[in-house]
């Protein structure tokens, strides 16, 4: 690489030639965890379940929805997390539960707005105010839910507990149900409580870290990249 390469022309260069990849491309955002980076899968006009491909990072269709229950606010997750060990073993500490782990995914984002965003595949800012302990067996899949930052309806919203309760019920009820199939017998996802905007920004800083132990410093990594390029024309 010529030596006034500078390396953010580089990535300038990547951004224009490539789209990131939502989860790993994308910024988590300079003020998380109070602020972060949502990239939208699934709005509430959706009859069929959207989610990320994880190894493209093209929106792709899970499944139809098997129910009438559809989701109640917009909904994806937050790029460069994992529900991890590290976020297992904060919800092992606050509900008892012993052999939990994480589901290996994202951190799971529901966003409260009043204005429509009418399809998935868009990227918006959103305020943690609280979210859902929840549990797929041993699998913790937490539920972070946010306002969307600048919405002028919620702005003054900091805490879960000034959304009305009967916003939050359906917000249960949905993901609740949302993996159950018709002839099914038991409930296959369990909520084991609720937390305030304090313990999803500490949800979301764990899974910053878990999303690290496993896929690294991106960081450093663009930066070891630039060596080897280095290296090549020495």
Not at 18 to 23: A, D, G, L
Not at 176 to 189: A, C, E, F, I
Request: proline fraction near 7%; hydrophobic fraction near 35%.
């Amino acid at each position: 690489m010529p030596e006034n390469a500078n390396p953010d022309d580089l990535q300038k260069l990547l951004g224009l030639l490539f789209q990131s990849h939502p989860w790993h491309g994308l910024s988590i955002g300079p003020q998380a965890p109070g602020v972060v980076t949502v990239y939208i899968e699934l709005v509430p006009a959706d009859t069929v379940k959207y989610e990320i491909d994880k190894r493209s990072g093209i929106l792709k269709l899970d499944r139809p929805q098997r129910y009438s229950s559809l989701s109640p606010e917009p909904y994806g997750f937050i790029p460069r997390t994992l529900c991890g060990d590290t976020v297992a073993a904060f919800a092992a500490q606050h509900s008892g539960r012993t052999g939990l782990k994480g589901d290996r995914d994202p951190l799971d984002v529901c966003v409260l707005t009043e204005r429509a965003i009418n399809h998935g595949g868009v990227v918006v800012r959103a305020r943690p105010i609280g979210g859902l302990r929840m549990f797929d067996g041993a699998e913790v899949d937490d539920k972070i839910i946010a306002v969307l930052e600048s919405d002028p309806t919620y702005e003054n919203w900091t805490e879960l507990e000034h959304c009305p309760p009967v916003l939050i019920d359906r917000i249960q009820h949905y993901f609740l149900t949302y993996k159950d199939m018709p002839g099914s017998t038991g409930q296959k996802v369990e909520l084991a409580g609720v937390y305030g905007a304090e313990t999803a920004r500490e949800v979301i800083a764990r899974s910053q870290v878990d999303y690290r132990a496993k896929y690294g410093d991106l960081e450093r990594t663009l930066d070891k990249a630039l060596a080897m390029f280095d290296a090549g024309d020495e």
